[in-house]
Structures are given as C-alpha cells and as structure tokens.
C-alpha cells in the first residue's frame, strides 16, 4: 500500500503518545493447522439504511493439520458467526469432528473452536462455517461502503475492500496472518444491476432469481489474506488493454480521463516483469478507483485488482497536477512492484513489512524512471525520501526496521521506516553490490521463495550466493551481505560520519555514531558503513563510481589523508550512503568557497543537495556552527536546479519560526529573497511549454516563498492574474500554481479583489471548502481577516470539519491570521469542540511565556485535554536551543559581505 507522508508537527504529537515496545508474541495466530484453500462465498446487501449495510456468506477453509491438537484458532472482529453451521470433516474418511465449544478473544480477535476429538497429524480436513454476517459502514476498513455522486447529482453506493494490514478478519473468518497463504475461491453474489470484480477472471454467473446473482471468480494462486479483495458497484470499466481495465466512476470512464493510467500500468508490469525475471502469475490486472474520500491510504496491491484513490488514477491536463500525475506513476509502479514483493513472496510476520514496503517504495522511483526517463525520478527519491526518513529516523521515538506493529497502523513512525527507511538502505545496497548484483540477487531471491513468506534473512542469503558466484567480495570488503545488512535492519536509527582531517600530519580519522536531531540517548550502535568519497585535488572528480572503498565498522578508524593541503574531500557520492556526514571546519569552509566561487556543476547535484540537508540539520542539533549552512547556502544565489533548492526550502519552516520572533527577521527575508531570485528568474512566473518535470516544482517552490517573504514582482504579477481574471473573466494560471498564486493575490488585494473570490467560492459551494476559501485565508489584512472569519460563523461553515480548514489556513499563512485567529478565540462564541481545534491551531505558533499563560487559560475552560503545555512548551525549547544569535550574527554581516571573507579557519 502507499500513503502519504504527515507534517512533522503532526508526527510530534503523535509519536509523544505512542507506546513504544516490543513486538508481542501472544498475538500471534497457532499454526498447528494450516489453510491451504478457501471458498468464501459473500453476499452484498446495496440497500443502505442509515449509512449502513450488511453482508452475509459462508466460508470453507480446507485445512492441513501439522499438529496433534482438540482447537482451531481463527481470527475474526466484529462478525457475527452462527456457530452451529461450524462443521469439520476428515477428508479421506468422511467422519466429522463435534465441536465441543467456541471460545472468544476479544483483545487478540480470536475465534478459537474447541473439539470433542483431536485433530490428527499430517491429515486434512474441510473446516466449514455455514453462516457468517457483517456490517458495512463508511469506515475505509475491511469490506466496506464508498459512494460518489453522478453527473446528473444522484449519489451512488459501492462497496469495497481493503484488508491491510489486519482487517480480512473483519470481512470473513479467516487466518488473517501473512505466513498462512492459501489459494481462494470465490464468489459474490449480488443485485442484477451491480457488477461484482475480484482478484481473479470471472468464471461464470448464475441466476439465483429473486434479482440476486452470483459470480464466479478463478481460483486464485497461493496468497496472503490481506491482498484479497472484492469490489461490487455499478462502475464502468475502460476497454481491456492487454492485461488492464480500469473500474471507475461511468462518466470519468466516458471522457477518458483514465486513458493516462492505462497505458501507464500496460508499459509499468512489463517493466516489473523484465527487471524481476518472473512473469506476472495472473492473466489479469484491473485497477479501481476508489472515491476520494472513502480510502484510508492512496493505494492497495490487491493481487489482481489494485485499488487508488480517484486522485491518482482520474489524470487530465485541466485537473490535474504535476504532482498527481507523477503519484499516478509511482503509484501504478509501487503496486505492480508489490505483486511480487509482497505477494508473491509475502513476509513471515509483520514485523518484516519492509522485506514488501521497502521494496515496492524504491521501485515505484526506479520502476517509475525507466516508464518516464526524463523526470529525473532517481534524483528526486533522494530527497523526498531519504533525506525526509534522515528527518524522522533521527528522534528518541524512531523504531528499527524489523520492528513494524500491524496494531500501530495509525502509529506513523514504525509505518514510515518501513517505507522510506527500508527504500534508502535499498538503494544504498544497490549501489555498493552494483546493479547487476543487486538485480540478480532479487530474481533468485523471488525464485526460491515464491508463494512463500520470509524473513530477512532469506533475502541475505539469496545475494550472498550472487556474491560468491561472482567472486565479489571485495565489493563488501569481505564482510558478508548479512553482517552489514543487520546492522541497518536491526540498529534504530542511523549514523552520523563525522570526518577529522589533520592537517599536519597527513591523516585522516573517520569515526560513527548514531545521529539525533534534539534529545539523545545513549546508544552504542554501530553499522558496517559503505564510505565513498572525492577529493577537489583528485584529477577526475568521479561522482559516478559508488561502490565502497572503504568500510567503516568500528567505532572509528584512521588513515593517510594523500591530498592533504588541495582543497576539500567529500564522503558519500550521490549520498547513497542512508548517513550523514560531519566535517572539521577547514573542510566544511573549503566546500563553501568552492560552490561560493567555482563553477559549482562540479560536485554532483545531488551531494550539493546532500550538503544542504545534512549541514542545516547539524547545525539545528549544534553540531556545527551556522555560519556553516549559511555560508554553503549562499551558492544558492547561482542555483537553478530543483534537487538542491529543496532541502534548503525544506528547512526554511524551522528556520522562519526560529526568526520571526528576531528583530533580524527583515534582513532574514531579505537573505532567503536573494537566494532564490536565480531560481526565479530561471523559471520565471508563468508555465512554459517545454518546462522540465522538476521545474515545475521549482517554480511552486520558489514562487511560495518569494511571494510570502514580500518580493515585489512575484506579488504583483500574481494580483495582476486576480485582476485580470476579474476584468476580462479568464484565470490564465496552470493547475499547479493556482492555489499559490491565488493565494499569492490576496496578501495584497483590495476589498474589492476580495470580495470578487468570496462570491466565486460562495458560488463554487456555500456549504463546502473549496480552493477559493482556502485563498481567502491568506489576506494580511486584519480587518479583512476578521470580516472572513465572522462571515463563515455566520454562514455556518465553520462549524464543520471545512471551517477546521479554513482556520487552520488562516493561522498558517500569516502573523496577522495568527493575531486576528488569537482573538476570535478570546472574543467569539462557537462550539466547545471548535474551540479546543482553536486553541489547538493557534497553539503550535505560540512561542512565548505569556502566550502559554493565556492559552492555558482559555483552554482551562474547556472540557477535554488540549495539549497547550506541550505545544507550546515545545516551541518555547526550540527558540531556545535554536541558536538565534548565531543567525542574527552572520545575517548582520550578510549585507556587507562578499564571499572572499568567509570565515575560513585554516591551521
Ligand atoms: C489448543 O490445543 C493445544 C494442544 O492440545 C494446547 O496446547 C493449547 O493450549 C490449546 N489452545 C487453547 C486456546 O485451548
Ligand atoms: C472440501 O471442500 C472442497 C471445497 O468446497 C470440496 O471440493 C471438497 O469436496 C470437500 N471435501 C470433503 C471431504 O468434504
Ligand atoms: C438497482 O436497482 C434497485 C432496485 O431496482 C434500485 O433501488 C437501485 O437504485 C439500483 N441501483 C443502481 C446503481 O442502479
Ligand atoms: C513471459 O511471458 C512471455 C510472453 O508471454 C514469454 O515469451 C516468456 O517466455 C515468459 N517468461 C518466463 C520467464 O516465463
Ligand atoms: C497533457 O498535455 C500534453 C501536451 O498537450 C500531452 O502531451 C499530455 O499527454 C497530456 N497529459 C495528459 C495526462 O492528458
Ligand atoms: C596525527 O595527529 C592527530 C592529532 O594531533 C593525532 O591524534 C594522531 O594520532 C596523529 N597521527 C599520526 C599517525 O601521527
Ligand atoms: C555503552 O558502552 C559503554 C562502554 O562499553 C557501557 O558502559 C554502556 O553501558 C553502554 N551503553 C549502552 C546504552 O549500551
Ligand atoms: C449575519 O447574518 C445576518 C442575518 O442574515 C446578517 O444580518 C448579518 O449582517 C450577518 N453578519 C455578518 C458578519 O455577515
Ligand atoms: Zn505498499
């Protein structure tokens, strides 16, 4: 599956509540039997009463005993089992085993039958349960009820599955584990005027009368429960393409809308098939899109029928972003991914989900880049993903990568080191084993282990035996594939190399410990780390080359520095390595006078991306100084490509809040102004038609930022687009940049500009947020800001989940939104639900004493715990440890400046 990644803010508040501990054994299902077939029949109620149905069906489950026992486990939640339909038989004899009595696990959701005789060793039997019910809701879990609204207005229902991690239990009595893979059979029944799709080809239907009809669907391979699904809706489907339909919504299908992801998925399984050796084991693959709303993540690997959010799958040049058209790759790509890395060869427990996550999130980029080459995918992953899981894998609440939780599902942390830690160690394997190795490792790691479940360690010892054929061992520099690799699985979180240079004596100490970002612990991990490197002096500045050259293993090791007084050295090429790197500062100043004055093309995009990232973030945990990332940023005054502007934009959140409480925070603008100005004038404000992928996001980027911090010519071309939308009725803006610049406008814009986009959102829906109300948020006009809010109370739509929004944007766009929010708080009466939100929102910027005071205050008042002590007591901490003096130092002798007087400390 695939989601979307949390703002951090959310993730702090999530992971202070969550228990960490260790994985408990006792959940786990007994596996003295074993599924081997299932024919589960299900029949579909579509008359939804109170938002809500049921379902109803039966279930065989033919069993193979390995163990002499009198119990069969099963899991179930929420069921309604009829346990006088439970029947048990000996398959070669006939005889049936009496049930003795059922026994209930509510916390474990077991369902545990006990017999009158015992279950014999090496036998099978047919389990039957007889009747079994359910009830259907708009819950996003197990089999559930979605609904979408017609061209004409009607609103129609359909129901859908998705069973990951845990709820096939919710669904059917099954034995909901990923190790007990079993083939299914199975049909639906429904109303004549619904189509039923499953993982498999339909077989055939029968006429049941009474307007019920039941599909048969194929037997399926041998798979894992929770990759079962089942969809019975009135959707259209597109023509079949070679292996692929795609279920959608009948007008989205009459206008074509999915034509983009069709081709996609018929170039994408090919691409998987040839990379894996392994032909896709089913003769189809169908693609559903689910409404919007009614799916918990963005996308499920379903063996056969893989389901989307509509987002991703519904592309047009009108409604679309880039951003969504890229996720409607990746996607496709990171599901098909998972039909062998997942399904195929499925984990043996949950705590292994990376061996399925991991993988399909790294190829959903590699698989991707080679469906869409020009996007500079590849680049991309690295800092979207790596360097965002160097981000949360850097805190006391991060988890190792065997240690994912199923019950957590809504614990992001342990969810997010299966996806985007697991990946960039991926990556980091892929280039210190080579490609090739890589490759061939993976295809016999599926081989031997298809329609099987594993564990780490198998695939260790399938690219080990890759290495031993191929004689590499020095790629590893002899260590073997499971040694280095259990120390990235294993270890929680990951290291910082801090590189010391001597000077005088022509060595070089390399030394490893495990990097946090704000509080640490005490830790003695070590990892076996893959350490490439270029120097300045060297005559070919090879960035291209990232096998090891050296292995650091130890806590720390020293060896001759050869080009001791010529320039800088730099670790970690393309930063494959999923590390930071820390540098004494004679070598972080000679990288910084290099960008500043070379032509900086000359260390590779992505180590200039790496550079950013990792110099900010130590700096932020006081391990460097800032004028460190200061000084290095100020080659961004040349920089017009997107992979290095990122991470420096990324960080200018925690950067702005530390400085708006300073009286520097103007020449703080100033300073981000003229560093993304080349960026600007490089892409400049409107789409052009032969934009690159990546420029796209620049200009979002840039654009944002400029026109927040007050340059003139960005907010003046952006309220020229209002204006000129309200003279001659035409918005000349692309999908991508209208949000920002509508927003953009409205900072500066009149009453009347105003009151010109209220009647289009009023328009648009006088019920619903829209992208207009959004915009509306942005105005720094207080007295404007308080008219909107007093409005929206009046109209009502604050007091719904929409006015959430509205207030939230308000509060995030501006100081002023964050003054007239602070009292519509002390002032207006809403509802005490709504106000704790309230106190919530303008909580997170609160940074000082006397705000806590008031806030607690008003909070007081309110039943319920709004955590305003920690929200704000954190923020209070970062100001503090934020070193705001130093910014405020080098931001003062920014000015004056040029690049000849960095502060260089040569010895
Ligand atoms: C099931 O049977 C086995 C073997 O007889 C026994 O060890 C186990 O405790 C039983 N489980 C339950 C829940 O009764
Ligand atoms: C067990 O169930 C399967 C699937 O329904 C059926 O084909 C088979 O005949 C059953 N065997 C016995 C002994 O009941
Ligand atoms: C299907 O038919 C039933 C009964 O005739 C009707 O109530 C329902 O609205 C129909 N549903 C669709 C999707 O056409
Ligand atoms: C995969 O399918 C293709 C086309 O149907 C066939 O030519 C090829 O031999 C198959 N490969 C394997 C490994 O089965
Ligand atoms: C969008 O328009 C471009 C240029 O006309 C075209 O090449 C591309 O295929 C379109 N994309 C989609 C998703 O329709
Ligand atoms: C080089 O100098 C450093 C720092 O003075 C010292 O720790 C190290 O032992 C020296 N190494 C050699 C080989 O002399
Ligand atoms: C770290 O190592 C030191 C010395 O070997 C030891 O005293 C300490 O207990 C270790 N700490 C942890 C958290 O393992
Ligand atoms: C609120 O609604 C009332 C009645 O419709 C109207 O008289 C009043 O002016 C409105 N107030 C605001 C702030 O729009
Ligand atoms: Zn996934």
């Known amino acids: 599956m695939t989601f979307r990644q949390l703002s951090p803010i959310l993730i702090v508040f999530i992971i202070c509540s969550l228990i960490n501990g260790d994985i408990d054994s006792s959940f786990n299902i007994p596996k003295n039997v074993k599924p081997i077939r299932y024919t589960l029949t299900v029949e579909t109620n579509m008359e939804i009463h109170e938002n809500s149905s049921t379902f109803n069906g039966s279930v065989i489950i033919e069993l193979f005993s390995s163990q002499a026992a009198s119990n069969i486990t099963l899991h179930e939640r929420n069921l309604d089992i009829n346990r006088h339909t439970i029947k048990l038989i000996h398959y070669i004899s ?7 009595n059922i026994e209930t696990d509510e916390e474990r959701e077991f369902y545990i039958i006990h017999l009158e005789d015992e279950l014999l060793t090496n036998e099978y039997y047919n389990l039957t349960i007889g009747e079994f019910s359910g009830v259907m809701t708009y819950d996003f879990v197990g089999f559930y009820l979605a609904k979408y609204t017609t061209k004409s207005g009607e ?47 339909l077989l055939y239907t029968e006429d049941l009368g009474n307007d019920r009809f039941m599909d048969t669907f194929k037997q399926t391979v041998i798979m894992p429960t929770y990759v079962v699904a089942y969809l019975v809706s009135d959707y259209k489907h597109t023509q079949r393409i070679e292996r692929h339909r795609i279920f959608a919504k009948p007008d989205a299908v009459d206008n074509g809308e999915l034509d983009y992801a069709l081709s996609t998925a018929v170039e994408t399984l090919k691409v ?15 693609l559903v899109a689910v409404p919007e709303e009614y799916f918990k993540l963005q996308a499920m690997e379903n063996w056969g029928l893989v389901t989307y959010k509509e987002r991703f799958l519904l592309i047009s040049n009108e409604t679309s972003t880039t951003e969504d058209i890229q996720s ?3 996607n496709i790509a990171h599901e098909f991914s998972h039909q062998w890395f997942g399904n195929l060869v499925t984990f043996k427990e949950w705590r292994y989900m990376w061996l399925s996550e991991g993988f399909a999130s790294y190829f959903e980029f590699y698989f991707g880049s080679l469906v869409r080459p020009s996007w500079r995918l590849m680049d991309l992953f690295t800092i979207t993903v790596l360097q965002k899981a160097l981000e949360f894998d850097s805190t006391v609440y991060t988890e190792s990568m065997n240690n994912y939780k199923p019950r957590d599902i809504g614990s992001m942390p342990t969810l997010q080191i299966s996806y985007y830690k697991a990946s960039s160690v991926i990556r980091m394997a892929q280039h210190f084993v080579t490609f090739d190795i890589l490759k061939n490792g993976l295809r016999r790691y599926l081989k031997e282990n298809k329609f099987k479940s594993t564990e780490p360690k198998d695939l260790y010892s399938a690219l080990q035996a ?10 590893l520099g002899n260590n073997s594939v499971i040694s280095i690799m259990e120390t990235w699985d294993s270890n929680t979180g990951f290291p910082l190399v801090t590189v010391h240079r001597n000077y005088n004596n022509k060595t070089i100490t390399l030394s490893q410990e495990r990097f946090f970002s704000e509080k640490e612990d005490e830790n003695n991990s070590t990892w076996y780390i893959p350490i490439s490197y270029v120097y300045q002096a060297s ?8 096998r ?13 520095d050869d080009f001791k007084s010529n320039g800088w050295l730099l670790i970690n090429k393309q930063q494959t390595g999923y590390y930071r790197v820390n540098y004494d500062l004679i070598n972080w100043n000679r990288l910084a006078l290099f960008l500043n004055k070379n032509d900086f093309h000359e260390i590779h995009v992505i180590n200039r991306a790496q550079i950013i990232d990792d110099a900010f973030n130590l700096a932020r945990s006081g391990k460097v100084p800032y004028y460190v990332p200061l000084n290095l940023s100020k080659y961004l005054v040349k920089e017009t490509d997107y992979i290095p502007i990122e991470p420096f934009v990324r960080f200018l959140p925690h950067l702005s809040f530390v400085m708006s409480s300073s009286e520097k925070y103007d020449i703080y603008r100033n300073y981000v102004i003229d560093l993304l100005s ?12 032969n934009d690159a992928h990546l420029d796209k996001y620049t200009r979002k980027a840039v654009i944002e930022w400029l026109c927040k911090f007050g340059h003139a010519e960005c907010r003046n071309n952006a309220l020229r687009k209002l204006r000129e939308w309200k003279e001659n009725g035409i918005l000349s803006v692309s999908v991508d940049m209208k949000q920002i610049v509508l927003c953009n406008a409205i900072r500066i814009a009149n009453t009347n500009d105003w009151e010109f986009l209220y009647e289009k959102a009023v328009r648009k829906s006088s019920t619903q947020y829209n992208e207009y109300y959004a915009a509306l948020a942005c105005s720094e006009n207080e007295f404007i800001l308080n008219d909107y809010l007093n409005r929206l109370l009046n109209s009502t739509i604050l007091l719904n989940k929409d006015g959430k929004k509205i207030f939230n944007k308000i509060i995030e766009e501006s100081d002023v939104g964050v003054k007239v929010g602070m009292n519509f708080i002390r002032n207006a009466i809403v509802p005490e639900e709504m106000q704790a939100y309230f106190i919530f929102v303008v909580s997170r910027k609160c940074k000082t004493e006397k705000q806590l005071e008031e806030m607690r205050l008003l909070a007081s008042a309110l039943p319920g715990d709004i955590p305003v002590d920690e929200l704000i007591s954190y923020n209070i901490e970062i100001i503090k440890e934020s070193h705001k003096e130093d910014i405020e130092n080098w931001l003062l002798k920014y000015n004056a400046e040029n690049i000849e007087s960095l502060n260089i400390v040569e010895v």
């Open 678 to 689: 080349a960026a600007y004038d490089y892409v400049g404000f409107n789409e052009k038609p």
């Open 539 to 546: 005559s070919n500045r090879d960035f291209s080359d990232t």
């Open 94 to 100: 006939g005889t049936e085993l009496k049930v003795s």
């Open 272 to 286: 998987v098939e040839e990379y894996t050796g392994l032909n896709y084991t089913n003769t189809k693959m169908d």
């Open 328 to 330: 409607c790759v990746t």
């Open 155 to 201: 609103e129609r229902n359909i129901a859908v599955t998705d069973f990951q991690p845990t709820d096939a239990r919710k669904a059917f009595p099954c034995f909901d584990d990923p190790s007990m893979k079993a083939a299914f059979v199975i049909n639906i029944i429904r109303p004549a005027n619904y189509t039923a799709v499953s993982n498999e080809e």
């Open 548 to 560: 090891a050259a050296i292995w650091l293993v130890e806590k720390s090791m020293t060896s001759a």
């Open 466 to 475: 890759i290495i031993d054929e191929e004689n590499a061992h020095d790629l």
